[in-house]
């Protein structure tokens, strides 16, 4: 029997009842794992999970044998999720990609529980089937968190984004905790859910001559600030004229870059997101450091990142766009830059294999434009709800050649970064 006097944590009578095994057994040792986990970073109590969860795991890994055993523990305890939840990018997809004989065999060996695990995230609430996709807070997913909603995320592009740019309140979980956590329906209360926790550690002065690129600009401040939270004065002026579609897409693009770079898990902008809003200068704390980002800056980090081909020159193999997914605006943006580029050079195909990665609801409107469409297919463009990483992580397909604009994607595989602009250039060679 598990006693209050054994953790410190502040619990309530229903959570020490749970605690004693009152409630079953399964549901004693989620509530005991939850708790240690808070007790871990201090956190003073347990507070209820307000918002949709945003799960991790969605590769179905082989040697992933004891968190399916947990699954099933939990399936067959009758348990599901509070709410219904949204779950990140699948690993492999065998209907868009063009892979070899032996990359999908690999593949099959590599993510040979992938059956099992979607069978187990459908029992425990998964919303529907084309809630696969990193961004489940665009308007087309509908995962979207209200301001001030607990939640207990994982995935760090995403709790960056819901963290910054919706002030909704999450932590950075391990996978695994989030599905505990979202089962309890309560998250330990420390970090990004207490208000201090969400103060500025760092004043990031953006004094560059123009809007820099947002995967370069969240690989410079994620270097500098690794898992404290920065608050950016100057980047509201240079996003001044852009759409507020645009405006979101900067963050997420730049979220998920701070976020893998550095570690990331909420940044404030000036005059923009929520909390900078609300509470301006204010949201410092005392000893606040200064970092200011010039043009010098951005090419300092930028010319730093490593190439990791094993020869520098030779020609991509396969071009990947959209980690984070795409929102349905930048995959529009895409498919006119690359069809008119062509077009313009008298060119029929793309010269390197372009996948172009997005939600599968994204995809399904795109796809209803049957004209952009078929004009982005007949250039031999492809469009995949694929994670980009969880592919290059079969070594068949990391050995090759990649190019990509996604600062995530550099830094986890040997994926190559380009701009968007260069990437253009490259692709319509
Ligand atoms: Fe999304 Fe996979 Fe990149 S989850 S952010 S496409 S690594």
Redesign the pocket.
């Known amino acids: 029997m598990e006693r209050q006097k054994d953790f410190k944590m502040k619990l309530t009578g229903e959570e020490k009842a749970i605690l004693n095994g009152e409630k079953g057994h399964i549901l004693q040792k989620i509530m005991k794992t939850v708790v240690l986990y808070g007790e871990a970073f201090d956190a003073d109590m347990l507070i209820p999970i307000t918002g949709k969860p945003h799960h ?1 795991m ?1 590769m179905g890994l082989k040697s992933g044998k004891p968190f399916y055993k947990m699954m099933d523990e939990i399936i067959d305890a009758g348990l599901t999720s509070k709410f219904a939840f949204t779950v ?2 699948k690993p492999v997809d065998y209907e868009n990609l063009p892979l070899t004989f032996f990359q999908k065999q690999l593949s099959k060996i590599l993510f040979g529980s992938q059956d099992r695990l979607e069978e187990q995230l459908n029992k425990l609430g998964l919303e529907d089937e084309k809630s696969y ?3 489940c807070y665009l308007p087309e997913i509908g995962n979207i968190p209200d301001r001030g909603a607990i939640l207990c995320w994982a ?4 709790v960056v984004y819901a963290n910054s740019v919706l002030g909704a309140r999450t932590n950075r979980n391990s996978a695994g905790i989030d599905f505990l956590c979202n089962i309890l329906g309560k998250a330990p209360n420390f970090g990004f859910l207490t208000n201090d926790g969400r103060k500025a550690d760092w004043h990031i002065e953006l004094k560059t001559s123009q809007l820099p690129n947002p995967q370069v600009l969240g690989s410079v401040i994620g270097f500098k600030v690794v898992e404290e939270v920065p608050y950016i004065s100057g980047l509201d002026a240079l996003l001044k004229n852009k759409s507020s579609s645009e405006i979101r897409d900067y963050f997420k693009d730049m979220g ?1 870059s701070s976020a ?1 770079n550095g570690a990331v898990g909420l940044f404030h902008v000036e005059n923009i997101t929520p909390e900078a809003k609300e509470f301006k200068r204010d949201i410092f704390r005392k000893n606040v450091k200064t970092y200011t980002i010039d043009d010098n800056e951005i090419s300092r980090v930028r010319n730093s990142y490593p190439v990791l081909w094993k020869k520098k020159n030779l020609k991509p193999y396969q071009c990947f766009i ?4 795409l929102s349905l605006e930048q995959l529009y943006w895409w498919n006119d830059q690359i069809c008119e580029t062509l077009k313009k050079k008298n060119l029929k195909k793309a010269s390197v294999k372009t996948v172009l ?1 997005a939600a599968p609801a994204i995809i399904d409107k795109f796809k209803s434009d049957t004209k952009a469409y078929s004009q982005l297919k007949d250039f031999g463009i492809i469009l995949s709800p ?5 592919h290059m992580s079969n070594p068949l397909c990391s050995r090759k050649p990649i190019i990509t604009n ?1 600062n ?2 550099r830094k ?1 595989s040997t994926a190559r970064f380009y701009t968007d602009d260069e990437l253009l250039d490259i692709i319509t060679k």
């Open positions: 991790f969605s990140d990018p996709t990193c961004t995935e760090s592009s995403a998920a893998s959209g980690c984070p997914h990665c694929v994670c980009s990483l969880a996604s995530k994607l986890y």
